[in-house]
């Protein structure tokens, strides 16, 4: 699927009538969800590897971006603890990820090289404050998080939003996408294919977590992101889970304005 598809308003086939009646009693008898602690949430940002001395320049937008996903993700009723520098290190993520219901990560992405496994992973860079800085894969995360469950993922760097990323089934969510009239869970995972840039990124997060912040939906917040007036033309993301979801904390999906 390429660019433009996924730029258009993401429609599935239509499922059975009782599949719309459960989905819409389950959504009218949940209601919107308080903020509860006990739905942690991290966002981690790698501050160090878009600075001096390991580039030489300071990029500004790493910071910005993790101030926009912890008021995003603390909205939505996540109990958020934002990292950076010397805080985000693998050791950090897959302490903090058995107790993830959300994540987001703005790094460095890539297919890195397992010596173990012999094979690649979608991954991406830790901070650790200095410019030798360790992958976490995704191999990782799946092993530490055990099938656990999980609400919302965003992943802010190159390539682990492409065709054949393993990072969702990392955090548990099925590379499937459920449409208007469908529902696959209180789910998402958003990432950018192959290479973007950060003022891209930074454009697009801005319209998604305001959307969501505003009731938006996760399928319509996505697609009023992409809206947006890119510098690259190659700019592009894609993303798994339930479009009609809220994006709110917790095990039950709702979505009080979706549309």
Same mark, same amino acid.
């Given at each position: 699927?390429?660019?433009?598809?996924?730029?258009?308003?993401?429609?599935?086939?239509?499922?059975?009538?009782?599949?719309?009646?459960?989905? /819409?009693? +389950?959504?009218?008898?949940?209601?919107?969800?308080?903020?509860?602690? %006990? *739905?942690? =949430?991290? $966002?981690?940002?790698?501050?160090?590897?878009?600075?001096?001395?390991?580039?030489?320049?300071?990029?500004?937008?790493?910071?910005?971006?993790?101030? /926009?996903? +912890?008021?995003?993700?603390?909205?939505?009723?996540?109990?958020?603890? %934002? *990292?950076? =520098?010397? $805080?985000?290190?693998?050791?950090?993520?897959?302490?903090?990820?058995?107790?993830?219901?959300?994540?987001?990560?703005?790094?460095?992405?890539?297919?890195?090289?397992?010596?173990?496994?012999?094979?690649?992973?979608?991954?991406?860079?830790?901070?650790? =404050?200095?410019?030798?800085?360790?992958?976490?894969?995704?191999?990782?995360?799946?092993?530490?998080?055990?099938?656990?469950?999980?609400?919302?993922?965003?992943?802010?760097?190159?390539?682990?939003?492409?065709?054949?990323?393993?990072?969702?089934?990392?955090?548990?969510?099925?590379?499937?996408?459920?449409?208007?009239?469908?529902?696959?869970?209180?789910?998402?995972?958003?990432?950018?294919?192959?290479?973007?840039?950060?003022?891209?990124?930074?454009?697009?997060?801005?319209?998604?977590?305001?959307?969501?912040?505003?009731?938006?939906?996760?399928?319509?917040?996505?697609?009023?992101?992409?809206?947006?007036?890119?510098?690259?033309?190659?700019?592009?993301?894609?993303?798994?889970?339930?479009?009609?979801?809220?994006?709110?904390?917790?095990?039950?999906?709702?979505?009080?304005?979706?549309?």
């Amino acid at each position: 699927m390429d660019g433009r598809t996924r730029r258009r308003r993401w429609r599935s086939w239509v499922p059975p009538l009782l599949g719309i009646v459960t989905l /819409l009693v +389950t959504v009218a008898a949940t209601g919107p969800r308080p903020v509860a602690a %006990a *739905y942690q =949430g991290t $966002a981690d940002s790698n501050e160090s590897a878009f600075e001096p001395p390991c580039i030489g320049w300071d990029d500004p937008h790493p910071e910005r971006m993790l101030t /926009l996903a +912890t008021a995003g993700m603390k909205a939505l009723g996540y109990d958020v603890k %934002a *990292y950076k =520098g010397a $805080a985000f290190t693998r050791g950090h993520v897959l302490s903090r990820t058995v107790g993830d219901w959300a994540y987001y990560v703005h790094s460095h992405g890539d297919y890195y090289w397992h010596a173990g496994d012999q094979r690649r992973y979608s991954g991406f860079r830790e901070d650790s =404050g200095d410019c030798n800085q360790s992958v976490v894969f995704s191999k990782d995360i799946k092993d530490k998080r055990d099938g656990r469950q999980t609400n919302l993922v965003v992943i802010s760097t190159c390539s682990n939003g492409d065709a054949n990323t393993t990072m969702p089934g990392a955090f548990g969510i099925a590379k499937s996408k459920a449409g208007e009239l469908d529902w696959n869970g209180p789910k998402f995972f958003l990432g950018y294919v192959g290479e973007t840039y950060d003022n891209d990124e930074e454009t697009f997060e801005v319209t998604f977590w305001d959307a969501l912040k505003r009731g938006k939906g996760v399928g319509p917040a996505f697609e009023l992101a992409m809206l947006e007036d890119f510098t690259h033309s190659s700019f592009d993301a894609d993303w798994w889970g339930s479009y009609i979801w809220s994006g709110r904390a917790g095990p039950v999906g709702t979505c009080p304005s979706c549309v």
